[in-house]
């Protein structure tokens, strides 16, 4: 019974796609039938950016937190509470290197902890 609740409330959820050039951001189902779906915003056209069902998005006018989002979506973070984002996101953009340096450590697979570990000896070697 408990799956049904939580399989129904995460199927109807929204995420949030935002559109860095205004600085606004919109919800919109990421999947309808199967497919997935893109979107473009309403004021000038550009395309928007799946962010994920958390973000809570700045204030337009808040500059310093936008540009914190836009750095954050550069390097593929999206915000959601269940994936393996390491800890709470930075509140400020001067926690963003930090933040992106944990979570690229907590990403290491084994397989690139082995191809390191290679180069890393045949740097040694030379």
Not at 26 to 44: M, R, S
Not at 87 to 103: H, Q, S, T
Request: hydrophobic share 30%; glycine share 8%.
């Amino acid at each position: 019974m408990n799956y049904r609740k939580f399989q129904t409330r995460r199927s109807n959820i929204k995420f949030h796609y935002a559109c860095f050039a205004c600085r606004k951001s919109f919800k919109h189902k990421p999947v309808i039938d199967g497919e997935t779906l893109t979107y473009n915003c309403p004021d000038c056209g550009a395309e928007l950016c799946n962010m994920g069902p958390d973000l809570k998005a700045p204030k337009k006018h808040d500059f310093k937190q936008w540009k914190k989002v836009i750095l954050l979506a550069k390097n593929g973070v999206c915000f959601y509470s269940y994936s393996g984002n390491p800890g709470p996101f930075p509140k400020n953009i001067g926690e963003v290197p930090r933040f992106l340096d944990e979570r690229r450590l907590k990403l290491r697979t084994g397989g690139k902890i082995l191809l390191d570990k290679i180069k890393n000896s045949q740097c040694r070697a030379r």
